[in-house]
C-alpha cells in the first residue's frame, strides 16, 4: 500500500508532471499502456458511455513517421474516421438518446513499421463525470480492469464524506491489473487500486489509500513528529495498533505510514466501535491506541457556529454499494466525540 517515503516522493514528481495534461472535460479514461502494434495490426475496444459528454481519444505512440487510422462507431454506425500521424486527436460527442448504447474503438497500423507506446480514452461515465466536474480528479483505468458505474458511484460517496480540504491534493484515481496489493499510494496526488474487490472492501481500500494523501498532504510538522513518536513508543505490542478493517490483519505495524492509514480508514469503518475499543484498552494501561486516535481527530475537526465539532463515521454493509454515514458531533472534556446525545447520520 505504501513504500519507502523517499520513493513516494521521487514518483510523486514524475507522475504530476503527465497529470498536468488532464483535460477538463474528463470523466474516465481507459488506458492502453506499452502498446505495440505491428504493420495492419489493430486495436479493437467496446465502451460504452453511460451519461451524456464527449469522448476524447488521444495517441501518445512512435516513431512519429508512421501512420495510424482511427475508427470510432456508434453500434454499426461509424462516426470518426480519420488517417494520420502518431499524434493524432479524436473526438465525438455522446448524446442523451446515445447513452447506454455501445461505442466501438478501431485504430489500425497503416504503416510499414511497428509503432509502440501508450494510448487513451476518455469517455462520459455516471458519477466519475460528477468526480471530473466537482473535484478536477482524474478517474483512469488499464485495458482489462475496467470501473463500472457502481465503481464511480463508490469513490464518488467516498470524496463527498471527507472534508474538502483533505482532497486537494489529489489529480487522479488510477484502477490497473491486480497483484499483491489493495492499494497503492503515490505521493503528491495519485492512487492506484490493483484490481477491484467488492462493495465494503473497495470503499475501504480507498479510504485507506486516502488516509495516505491526508498524512502527506494535510500534516503539520508538529503532527508527523507526534505520529511518528506514537509509532516508536508503540513497539511490537498489538496492544498498540488497530486492527484493519478490511481484513482484521496487524497491518498497521508496518511502518508510521500504514499505521496512521489503518487508524485513519479503522476510524471511518466505524468510529465508536474502534475509539470504544482504544478507550478500553487505555484503562487496561495501554494508552497509546488512544492516543492515536486522539491525532486522527485533528483532522476532522471543524467549526458549526463558534463551537468546535468533529466528524465521525460509520460504513455500512449494503450489497454491492455500502452507504458511508458521516455526522457531525461535539467533542467531550476529554477531547473525544460525544456519542452519547443524537446523532444525524448523513448518507453518502
Not at 466537482?134 to 472534508?163: A, F, M, N, W
Not at 465521525?312 to 458531533?329: F, K, L, Q
Request: hydrophobic content about 40%.
Amino acid at each position: 500500500m505504501t513504500r519507502t517515503r523517499l520513493m513516494h516522493v521521487l514518483l510523486g514528481v514524475i507522475l504530476a508532471l503527465g497529470i498536468l495534461l488532464v483535460p477538463a472535460k474528463a470523466t474516465i479514461t481507459v488506458r492502453f499502456s506499452d502498446i505495440s502494434l505491428r504493420p495492419e495490426e489493430k486495436i479493437d475496444y467496446d465502451f460504452t458511455p453511460t451519461t451524456t459528454g464527449e469522448i476524447v481519444f488521444k495517441l501518445a505512440l512512435r516513431p512519429t513517421t508512421a501512420a495510424l487510422r482511427v475508427q470510432l462507431f456508434l453500434e454499426k454506425t461509424l462516426i470518426v474516421d480519420q488517417s494520420g500521424p502518431v499524434t493524432q486527436t479524436a473526438k465525438a460527442e455522446v448524446s442523451e438518446e446515445q447513452v447506454g448504447r455501445p461505442w466501438r474503438l478501431v485504430v489500425t497500423n497503416l504503416s510499414s513499421q511497428t509503432v509502440e507506446g501508450r494510448l487513451e480514452l476518455t469517455y462520459p461515465r455516471r458519477f466519475c463525470k460528477e468526480i471530473s466536474a466537482q473535484y478536477r480528479i482524474k478517474v483512469s483505468y488499464e485495458v482489462g480492469t475496467e470501473l463500472e458505474d457502481l465503481h464511480c458511484q463508490q469513490l464518488y460517496g467516498v470524496l463527498r464524506s471527507l472534508p474538502a480540504e483533505h482532497l486537494k491534493r489529489l489529480r487522479e484515481i488510477r484502477a490497473r491489473e491486480p497483484d499483491f496489493l489493495y492499494g497503492q499510494y503515490f505521493p503528491p496526488s495519485l492512487i492506484e487500486l490493483p484490481g477491484l474487490r467488492a462493495s465494503r472492501t473497495f470503499t475501504l481500500v480507498v479510504y485507506h489509500e486516502l488516509g495516505h494523501l491526508v498524512h502527506f498532504t494535510r500534516s503539520t510538522a508538529d503532527q508527523e513528529a507526534r505520529w511518528e513518536k506514537l509509532f516508536s513508543e508503540s513497539g511490537r505490542d498489538p496492544d498498540n495498533f488497530v486492527r484493519d478493517p478490511i481484513d482484521r490483519s496487524l497491518y498497521a505495524m508496518t511502518n508510521q505510514y500504514e499505521d496512521f492509514a489503518v487508524t485513519f480508514s479503522a476510524y471511518i469503518a466505524d468510529s465508536q466501535l474502534f475509539m470504544n475499543d482504544a478507550l478500553t484498552r487505555s484503562q487496561r494501561s495501554k494508552p497509546l491506541l488512544l492516543q492515536k486516535f486522539k491525532v486522527i481527530l485533528e483532522y476532522f475537526r471543524h467549526q458549526v457556529d463558534g463551537q468546535t465539532k468533529v466528524y465521525i463515521y460509520r460504513v455500512g454493509t449494503e450489497v454491492p454499494i455500502p452507504t458511508v454515514y458521516r455526522a457531525s458531533v461535539p467533542l467531550t472534556p476529554d477531547d473525544l466525540p460525544d456519542f452519547t446525545g443524537p446523532i444525524a447520520w448523513e448518507p453518502f
